[in-house]
Nanobody, 121 residues
Framework: QVQLVESGGGLVQVGGSLRLSCVAS????????MAWYRQAPGNQRELVAR???????NYADSVKGRFTISRDNGKNTVYLQMNSLKPEDTAVYFC???????????????WGRGTQVTVSS
């Protein structure tokens, strides 16, 4: 069993910064892609940023230049540094990871429960 736990969300003013963290725990052999998604009320969940095991990154156009995704493989942790926050960034942010366990050869997708980010205008 693998669990993902997000932290670092909160209330911030326009232009402020937050850093989200997501820690994966359990029987983990390898974590391939790690990503951050977000979902605002009434909207579909959307990809914010992703990072491969080789540190190749991709960002949604709406966050390019403001957000930075990174990972610490030794800690099984992915981060999302969010700068110059805007009200439209308000959402629940979810961590996602493709995880391969020691007991299995197939990677499975795991989700955290989410952390709320609220940007006040």
């Amino acid at each position: 069993q693998v669990q993902l736990v997000e932290s670092g969300g909160g209330l911030v003013q326009v232009g402020g910064s937050l850093r989200l963290s997501c820690v994966a725990s359990g029987s983990i052999f390898r974590i391939n892609v790690m990503a951050w998604y977000r979902q605002a009320p009434g909207n579909q969940r959307e990809l914010v940023a992703r990072i491969t095991s080789g540190d190749i990154t991709n960002y949604a156009d709406s966050v390019k230049g403001r957000f930075t995704i990174s990972r610490d493989n030794g800690k099984n942790t992915v981060y999302l540094q969010m700068n110059s926050l805007k009200p439209e960034d308000t959402a629940v942010y979810f961590c996602n990871a493709d995880v391969q366990s020691y007991s299995g050869s197939v990677s499975v997708s795991r989700w955290g429960r989410g952390t709320q980010v609220t940007v006040s205008s």
